[in-house]
């Protein structure tokens, strides 16, 4: 009977563990992520640089984007986001937060960005879902998050008119980098 009790315990405890290390998040159209986002821009990352945060002490990620194109908001020739999360190769201690995007040095994105949090934190909204990765495909400039770009929000919007994005007939989760950002822009105009 002790012995029933205590791998019953232990199953009830690993579905609750597994249950806790899951993100989930509804989908956010590219409508919502437009009249959301306070800052948003093209642009490259330059660097990436785990270290502990002097606000909090946690480990974060420092990345540092050369801005290409500013779509909406307020940044300069660079912008630096701080996320919580990275491996700290000084400490050896890693804390990976799950859903948290990670961004390449030396590759394109184009990043929704919310307010920074009170520690100054700031994450892609929805987090993936806020970044999209830009690249080149047979000459053309495409950004892509992986997801269909013409997909309906979770809920409806107040807007009598939907702005139209040009997908890749082969496949809506791309779109040329140029439409894409015209059709950012014109979520945006009141």
């Given at each position: ?11 009830l405890?690993?579905?609750a ?5 899951a993100?989930s998040?509804l ?13 948003i ?15 909090n002490?946690?480990i ?8 290409a194109?500013l ?6 020739s ?5 996320q ?19 961004f390449q ?17 700031s994450?892609?909204l ?11 495909i ?37 779109a040329?980098?140029q439409?894409?950002i015209?059709?950012?822009r ?5």
């Amino acid at each position: 009977m002790k012995l029933q009790t205590t791998i019953i315990t232990l199953a009830l405890n690993f579905f609750a563990i597994s249950t806790v290390s899951a993100t989930s998040l509804l989908p956010i159209s590219l409508e919502q992520l437009s009249t959301r986002a306070s800052l948003i821009f093209y642009g490259t990352v330059v660097s990436n640089e785990v270290r502990k945060d002097d606000t909090n002490k946690r480990i974060a990620t420092f990345t540092t984007f050369k801005i290409a194109e500013l779509i909406k908001g307020d940044a300069g020739s660079t912008h630096t986001i701080k996320q919580i999360g990275g491996i700290h190769a000084e400490s050896k201690t890693r804390l990976l937060i799950h859903g948290v995007p990670e961004f390449q040095t030396g590759k394109d994105y184009v990043v929704f960005l919310p307010e920074k949090s009170a520690l100054g934190f700031s994450s892609p909204l929805g987090l993936h879902q806020g970044q999209f990765s830009v690249t080149n495909i047979n000459d053309e400039t495409i950004v892509s998050n992986g997801r269909n770009l013409n997909q309906p929000a979770a809920t409806q919007s107040s807007r009598s008119i939907q702005v139209p994005l040009a997908v890749r007939a082969d496949n809506p989760s791309q779109a040329r980098l140029q439409d894409f950002i015209n059709t950012v822009r014109a979520y945006n105009i009141k």
